[in-house]
């Protein structure tokens, strides 16, 4: 007897850790019944999970279905009332539990009825159920739980023995303590990822191009990790995230631009060399100049320079011989209705026209790249569980290169993980193929694949990621609608170089 004791006690301390340490409330409802039921010996089991007037169906399992179709039943999650028309809506009700000996014999006096749809279904016998409420330390109803024909060791199904039932129902108590532990978490954990998702969102938002650019990378991120999973020979079959680095990924793409929220608007929206109020200043001198004009043709020629001013001031790259046509026009003065002379382009005005692609001066790119590492200061500040420790590390990661000519930190191969290479890959793959950035039209989607090749041969991205990326097409998740790029070499990001993308 003693004996007996000792044992049930030690298997009740052992469950009891395994579903206090659960803390995902998928993975713990299901450990919830494969533990009870192999603790009764029960072939079946199912859960309910209370959710205010109603319960909602969540788990079921059934050995006798498994070995026969080879995987456990499937059923869509539906609400049961709770009231006295069901067994489980009437153990919820009442808060006790009840033994059945045969389900289609109901005591007399029961008023609640046993639905035999699941039977009919899958042509089952259902007979013997233990229908147990799982009550938190403050006897509230979390839960409740059926388990289905108990068998004895020829595998016969027999009733559920009664004495068993002051140790389930302290088990089904630390049940329900876990169920509320975890629904706590897991209100944590989505009030957290809401948050998240917001701020996100209204930082990518302060521009209408980069709207949505976080999330689409999240996608790309996961489906490329994905398939890194899936590979099965090649330098990365050896590889595998878990479900928690995974997580840890997601989390990392989402806010790896969480930094921009230290960048100026005007930069993060500047789709012009030379604000507005300059162009104006200019066309004054245009003006003036045309005025003091010797000939009609001189005045032509003069406004077919300031139709030339305002092309490159919005053109993504600069086109052929017109670094020699603002030196000729730098070096050209006009004499303003002060008496003084003035040049037709001040040095500085010339020095951003002249900018070779995008539209940043190294001052304004230097800024923008800074970015990355707001991101890695506002992360680091955090307090992130154990599981998503490294997000700041990653999120800040996405501009390195593997050559070491990243920033902010300038990592070189042996530092950058796994995770910060994919995401580098799809930050890339994302910037360029957005349509509509105020510095460059979107590219088509071979041209941006054929860049990331390229940069993949110049050792700067992850070769065997990309070509993961390319062959498992990846890169339709959340793919944009493709459009056809201005100029075949228009593939140069805002934060990967002078006028490049982010």
């Known amino acids: 007897m003693t004996v007996r004791l000792d044992r049930e006690l030690q298997r009740f301390i052992e469950l009891g850790i395994a579903l206090s340490s659960e803390t995902n409330l998928h993975r713990l409802l299901n450990k919830i019944v494969s533990e009870l039921r192999q603790l009764t010996n029960a072939d079946g089991g199912s859960l309910y999970l209370k959710e205010g007037t109603c319960l909602r169906f969540e788990v079921c399992q059934n050995e006798t279905i498994r070995q026969q179709q080879g995987s456990q039943p499937e059923l869509n999650s539906f609400v049961l009332p709770i009231d006295e028309h069901s067994i489980s809506g009437y153990v919820a009700l009442t808060g006790k539990p009840l033994i059945i000996a045969d389900v289609y014999r109901l005591p007399a006096g029961l008023p609640c009825r046993f639905d035999p749809r699941?039977?009919?279904?899958?042509?089952?016998?259902?007979?013997?159920?233990?229908?147990?409420?799982?009550?938190?330390?403050?006897?509230?109803?979390?839960?409740?739980?059926?388990?289905?024909?108990?068998?004895?060791?020829?595998?016969?199904?027999?009733?559920?023995?009664?004495?068993?039932?002051?140790?389930?129902?302290?088990?089904?108590?630390?049940?329900?303590?876990?169920?509320?532990?975890?629904?706590?978490?897991?209100?944590?954990?989505?009030?957290?990822?809401?948050?998240?998702?917001?701020?996100?969102?209204?930082?990518?938002?302060?521009?209408?191009?980069?709207?949505?650019h976080s999330r689409r990378v999240a996608e790309l991120c996961l489906a490329l990790a994905r398939a890194v999973n899936d590979c099965r020979q090649g330098p990365l079959a050896e590889i595998s995230l878990n479900d928690k680095e995974l997580e840890e990924l997601r989390y990392a793409a989402w806010l790896h631009d969480i930094g921009k929220i230290g960048v100026r608007d005007?930069?993060?929206?500047?789709?012009?060399?030379?604000?507005?109020?300059?162009?104006?200043?200019?066309?004054?001198?245009?003006?003036?100049?045309?005025?003091?004009?010797?000939?009609?043709?001189?005045?032509?020629?003069?406004?077919?320079?300031?139709?030339?001013?305002?092309?490159?001031?919005?053109?993504?790259?600069?086109?052929?011989?017109?670094?020699?046509?603002?030196?000729?026009?730098?070096?050209?003065?006009v004499v303003l209705p002060s008496g003084h002379s003035h040049p037709l382009l001040k040095p500085l005005e010339v020095a951003v026209l002249s900018i070779p692609r995008g539209n940043l001066t190294s001052a304004e790119y230097r800024e923008i790249q800074d970015h990355a590492l707001y991101t890695f200061n506002i992360l680091r500040k955090i307090p992130f569980s154990k599981d998503l420790a490294r997000v700041p590390n990653f999120a800040a990661a996405h501009h390195e290169r593997l050559d070491g000519s990243g920033y902010p930190f300038q990592l070189t191969a042996a530092d950058i993980p796994l995770q910060a290479r994919i995401m580098a890959i799809a930050d890339i793959f994302d910037a360029l193929t957005a349509r509509d950035r105020p510095y460059r039209d979107g590219g088509s989607r071979d041209t941006v694949l054929e860049f990331l090749r390229q940069e993949a041969g110049a050792g700067r991205l992850d070769p065997d990621l990309v070509e993961l990326f390319i062959a498992r097409e990846v890169y339709r998740e959340g793919e944009q609608p493709p459009r056809e790029p201005e100029t075949a070499d228009d593939s140069c990001c805002r934060c990967d170089g002078p006028g490049g993308p982010g």
Request: net charge negative; charged share 20%; glycine share 2%.
């Open 118 to 212: 699941f039977d009919e279904h899958y042509h089952y016998r259902t007979r013997s159920q233990w229908v147990l409420p799982l009550k938190d330390h403050q006897s509230e109803v979390v839960a409740v739980l059926q388990l289905i024909n108990a068998r004895d060791a020829q595998g016969q199904v027999i009733p559920f023995p009664a004495r068993h039932q002051d140790f389930l129902l302290s088990l089904a108590s630390l049940a329900a303590v876990a169920i509320n532990n975890a629904r706590l978490i897991q209100t944590v954990e989505d009030l957290f990822e809401s948050l998240m998702i917001y701020s996100v969102s209204a930082i990518d938002a302060r521009s209408p191009q980069t709207a949505g």
């Open 266 to 333: 005007s930069l993060l929206d500047k789709d012009h060399k030379l604000p507005l109020e300059t162009m104006a200043a200019i066309r004054w001198r245009i003006y003036l100049a045309q005025a003091q004009a010797e000939s009609p043709q001189e005045q032509e020629a003069l406004e077919a320079d300031y139709h030339f001013l305002e092309e490159i001031n919005q053109a993504h790259c600069l086109p052929a011989g017109a670094q020699e046509r603002l030196q000729a026009l730098a070096a050209r003065d």
